[in-house]
């Protein structure tokens, strides 16, 4: 990993870590397997510390280009299966 994870100096280090940790899933669900409801959880916790729809956005975007990763494809895939596990 050669890249930052998109964050706000605005926000405190509890939010600052549960953004860190949602993006750290959505990278893990693309090297191994994770639990989809891991995922729906972490991403719930997400929104409560990004409730706008753009500023979400910004920030997966973000993620995606240092990344590689799509993380709303990835709680797309989370939301929508019925399987415990997802990789994708």
């Known amino acids: 990993m050669n890249y930052e994870y998109p964050i706000d100096e ?3 280090t509890e939010e600052i870590i549960d953004v ?3 993006f750290s899933l959505i990278e893990k669900a693309h090297e191994k ?3 989809s409801q891991e995922i729906i959880m972490l991403y719930n916790r997400f929104k409560q510390i990004v409730p ?3 500023e979400e956005k ?3 975007a973000e993620f995606e280009g240092a990344s590689g990763y ?3 494809k990835t709680v797309k895939r989370a939301k929508e299966t019925e399987e415990e ?3 994708m």
């Open 70 to 72: 799509s993380s709303y």
């Open 58 to 60: 910004k920030l997966f």
């Open 10 to 12: 605005t926000w405190t």
């Open 33 to 35: 397997q994770v639990r």
């Open 20 to 22: 860190v940790n949602f």
């Open 52 to 54: 706008s729809k753009s």
């Open 85 to 87: 596990f997802i990789k």
